[in-house]
């Protein structure tokens, strides 16, 4: 209960901080330029082009201190030893080429791109599609989009309990154990096999990202003329030749944003992986990596922050196209 009356303090706080901020300084404003006297026009024009400015400055300031700064500050890392000192030029790039545990990091990185945004797409496509035509969608919305409201950390406990192991003797109180049992089969410690271990934590990152495609294409589907749909039910066209030849050659351009915005997403996962394996059995990625290079054990400020750089350089491209799409959108 303590946390709770702290948490909603410091919301009440923030909210009464950010209030004050702006009728605070939009006061000031109107005393230092104000809108009336001999030169009322003047101080309105330079009191309107100041006042956009007290709404953004904080973003813009928040944003250097927490993006822009950071981005130099890695990069600079990353050309230095694990001290952060001694300049060693581009040594760190060349060890991440010559180790084992970056290359199988980067691979399971691209196999995460391969999956998740695939999945994740298609099934919020397939719920859009789904939804929009039974009486109780909304309802079927709202508990497909409910797993976007529970932390990554959350969500990888919740999972947990489902792909949970006991080992031989002992009752499985996993989900998916107990099914397999429940049907004669033999449980499996889920997430140590090789390879499909990968795939079991991607489908939990699926499980959270189905909501918000679904949500994003369900409006991007609604928005079809209806007398585009009309004319191919009086040309005689199947509802599955509507949905594939008419409605999604319409929706292209959202599907593409979806499935990039879910790749970015994707490029910086590591709350899953940390929680579930914490990159052991070969699940490692390139966030996890970079997290225990710099932070656990390795300890090295330049090797982890050479992975950020990395990181960052895979998400940049992507991140351009999206914004460059979303645009031509609009």
Not at 96 to 119: C, K, T, Y
Not at 143 to 152: E, H
Not at 286 to 307: K, S, V
Request: proline letters at 5%; charged letters at 10%; hydrophobic letters at 55%.
């Amino acid at each position: 209960m303590g946390q709770i009356l702290s948490a909603l303090g410091v919301v009440i706080l923030g909210v009464a901080a950010c209030a004050g901020y702006f009728w605070g300084s939009n006061v000031i404003l109107d005393r230092i330029y104000p809108p009336r006297g001999p030169n009322a026009g003047a101080n309105i024009m330079r009191a309107n082009t100041i006042r956009p400015w007290l709404f953004v400055g904080p973003a813009l300031f928040a944003l250097t201190i927490y993006l822009i700064y950071p981005v130099f500050a890695s990069v600079w890392l990353s050309l230095h030893d694990r001290s952060g000192e001694t300049f060693v030029g581009t040594s760190n790039y060349t060890w991440m080429l010559n180790d084992p545990e970056f290359r199988q990091s980067f691979r399971n990185n691209m196999l995460w791109l391969l999956i998740v945004p695939a999945g994740a797409t298609f099934f919020g496509l397939l719920a859009a599609a789904v939804t929009d035509r039974i009486w109780w969608g909304n309802i079927a919305k709202s508990l497909i989009f409910l797993p976007m409201a529970i932390s990554f950390i959350g969500a990888s406990v919740i999972w947990k309990f489902i792909y949970d192991y006991r080992g031989e003797g002992q009752p499985e109180i996993g989900l998916l154990n107990a099914i397999v049992v429940g049907l004669g089969g033999e449980p499996h410690a889920w997430i140590t096999m090789p390879f499909w271990n990968n795939v079991f934590l991607m489908v939990i990152l699926i499980w959270i990202q189905t909501g918000f495609a679904m949500v994003i294409l369900s409006a991007a589907l609604r928005g079809i003329p209806e007398e585009t749909i009309e004319a191919a039910v009086l040309d005689g066209a199947s509802p599955l030749q509507i949905f594939f030849k008419i409605k999604v050659p319409q929706i292209w351009g959202t599907i593409a944003v979806v499935w990039t915005t879910i790749t970015i997403l994707v490029l910086k996962v590591f709350d899953i992986v940390l929680a579930m394996t914490n990159g052991q059995w070969n699940t490692q990625v390139l966030a996890n990596l970079m997290f225990n290079w710099m932070f656990r054990g390795g300890g090295d400020f330049g090797r982890g922050a050479a992975i950020a750089v990395i990181i960052m350089v895979l998400v940049i491209p992507i991140m351009i196209w999206n914004i460059r799409n979303a645009s031509k959108e609009q």
